[in-house]
């Protein structure tokens, strides 16, 4: 909890040891010691100044809603567990290199006998910070470039500009990022980017150029996001042998967007969870603020996690969605469900599941999933909190479907093309948490209906 360091409430005994007695015979520190205990402990105090060292641009106003809740504390435990407390909601801020507290007695003409003051005294962050490095992949090598600025106003906002360029394609974006001071988790993101993706499994470039708003905010125990976003799409074919439905959706559209989020996620970890639960619902209703694309899309998540017998954890998981146009017009390729891969369906390769036509996937508009895993400790791992602890037996069980609907049938006909060739794998393999940003896996997987076993590896970022 960074450094803490307090003095004595009452002044210390004048009394000692008088020449010539040894140390063993001395016993009056034991005889007080209990009694001592218990005036720091017990004893009520009252918190009297909180000063903030080491302040440089930062605003005042903003931190005296984090620090608050010190003044509250009545005895000396209760002053360190909130001062604990505040320490942590200043470094979530984001603006400091380091927060370490100081508590001494109050001094001075208004002092109190059992008043006290605490001391924050905190590094800012520079002005700005930059990083920069290469990045390989899919044939193509590119240099990213980013630059940040935080607490760009005083009060917590982050300024953030990325830029990305490639032999192939150049990207960019820049974020500013604004909280609500007193509520870190009620914030506001504006986003203006432009980002190019390249889909081979099917045949497909595209290109994004667009802005979005968005509004965080908990509510009980969910954290909420309402965000606007338009975008100007161009798809485009990345192979001169795409099929013609990759040709027809081939050109520029503009996509304006509401879409709403809740998350609730009760998870020890987002990497390897032992305990608790994770709940996304998102929706995104499209067209009604304008442009080309006019749809309805729901899609949700599922994942609870129990702890076993043996230090072992059972895991198991459901997702789906459903995507439903809204007039005449068909639905976008860029806004279909895509499944398959090592992040839904192992053993199968990525997105290569539902309609498709002469190799190229088109997505479908309506998918679910499932998985259902047990990670067990390895036979020879060393102990509790030694090095074996980063790994973990992986046996799981995965199954899905995504396909296209006739919305003109009925829920029964609906429910019986979802049933219909479920593709599903079953396999095992060992996981290695690397930190708390992420994990790689190397699995052993049968896929059902392709028969043909398969050795691939997955690495999982936050």
């Known amino acids: 909890m960074g450094t803490v360091h307090a003095r004595s409430l009452d002044p210390l005994p004048m009394h000692g040891p008088e020449l010539g007695v040894q140390a063993d015979d001395i016993d009056a520190p034991e005889?007080?010691?209990?009694?001592?205990?218990?005036?720091?402990?017990?004893?009520?105090?009252?918190?009297?100044?909180?000063?903030?060292d080491g302040l440089g641009r930062t605003?005042?106003?903003?931190?005296?809603?984090?620090?608050?809740?010190?003044?509250?504390?009545?005895?000396?435990?209760?002053?360190?567990?909130?001062?604990?407390?505040?320490?942590?909601?200043?470094?979530?801020?984001?603006?400091?290199?380091?927060?370490?507290v100081v508590i001494d007695t109050s001094r001075g003409e208004d002092a109190l006998p059992n008043?006290?003051?605490?001391?924050?005294?905190?590094?800012?962050?520079?002005?700005?910070?930059?990083?920069?490095?290469?990045?390989?992949?899919?044939?193509?090598?590119?240099?990213?470039?980013?630059?940040?600025?935080?607490?760009?106003?005083?009060?917590?906002?982050?300024?953030?500009?990325?830029?990305?360029?490639?032999?192939?394609?150049?990207?960019?974006?820049?974020?500013?990022?604004?909280?609500?001071?007193?509520?870190?988790?009620?914030?506001?993101?504006?986003?203006?980017?432009?980002?190019?993706?390249?889909?081979?499994?099917?045949?497909?470039?595209?290109?994004?150029?667009?802005?979005?708003?968005?509004?965080?905010?908990?509510?009980?125990?969910?954290?909420?996001?309402?965000?606007?976003?338009?975008?100007?799409?161009?798809?485009?074919?990345l192979a001169r042998t795409a099929s013609f439905p990759i040709r027809e959706e081939s050109g520029h559209s503009l996509k304006s967007s509401l879409s709403h989020g809740m998350v609730i996620d009760t998870r020890n970890s987002s990497i390897l969870p032992r305990?608790?639960?994770?709940?996304?619902i998102h929706q995104e209703l499209a067209g009604y603020t304008g442009g080309d694309a006019s749809f309805l899309k729901e899609d949700f998540e599922i994942q609870l996690n129990k702890t076993l017998f043996w230090d072992s954890v059972l895991s198991a998981s459901l997702w789906g969605g459903l995507l439903l146009p809204i007039g005449d017009k068909p639905t976008s390729i860029a806004d279909r469900f895509y499944l398959g891969g090592p992040t839904s369906i192992r053993g199968f390769s990525m997105y290569s599941m539902g309609p498709q036509s002469e190799g190229?996937?088109?997505?479908?508009?309506?998918?679910?999933?499932?998985?259902?895993?047990?990670?067990?400790?390895?036979?020879?791992?060393?102990?509790?909190?030694g090095f074996g602890d980063l790994f973990r037996t992986h046996f799981f069980l995965n199954a899905g479907n995504l396909c296209n609907l006739n919305y003109g049938e009925g829920p029964?006909?609906?429910?019986?093309?979802?049933?219909?060739?479920?593709?599903?794998?079953?396999?095992?393999?060992?996981?290695?948490?690397?930190?708390?940003i992420a994990r790689l896996e190397l699995n052993y997987c049968i896929p059902m209906g392709v028969q043909t076993k398969l050795i691939g590896t997955y690495l999982r970022f936050l």
């Open 412 to 436: 029964q006909a609906h429910l019986k093309k979802l049933a219909e060739c479920i593709r599903w794998s079953y396999g095992l393999g060992i996981v290695l948490r690397l930190g708390n």
């Open 115 to 237: 008043g006290l003051d605490v001391t924050f005294e905190v590094t800012e962050l520079r002005r700005m910070t930059g990083s920069y490095n290469t990045m390989v992949g899919n044939n193509e090598g590119s240099m990213v470039l980013g630059l940040k600025l935080p607490n760009v106003l005083g009060r917590a906002e982050k300024l953030t500009f990325q830029f990305s360029y490639g032999t192939k394609e150049t990207s960019y974006g820049l974020s500013f990022f604004k909280p609500q001071p007193g509520n870190f988790e009620r914030n506001i993101t504006l986003n203006v980017y432009k980002v190019t993706g390249q889909f081979p499994w099917s045949s497909l470039r595209e290109t994004d150029r667009g802005i979005s708003a968005e509004l965080s905010f908990p509510v009980w125990k969910t954290s909420q996001t309402l965000k606007w976003e338009g975008v100007w799409r161009e798809l485009g074919c």
């Open 360 to 385: 190229d996937y088109l997505g479908g508009e309506a998918y679910w999933a499932g998985g259902l895993h047990l990670y067990t400790p390895l036979p020879f791992r060393p102990g509790m909190g």
């Open 31 to 52: 005889m007080d010691q209990e009694p001592k205990q218990e005036v720091l402990e017990n004893k009520d105090v009252v918190v009297q100044q909180v000063h903030i």
């Open 59 to 100: 605003k005042e106003d903003l931190l005296t809603y984090e620090i608050s809740d010190v003044f509250q504390a009545k005895n000396l435990i209760d002053v360190m567990r909130k001062s604990h407390e505040a320490r942590q909601k200043l470094l979530r801020l984001g603006i400091f290199r380091k927060v370490e």
């Open 275 to 280: 305990k608790g639960g994770l709940l996304k």
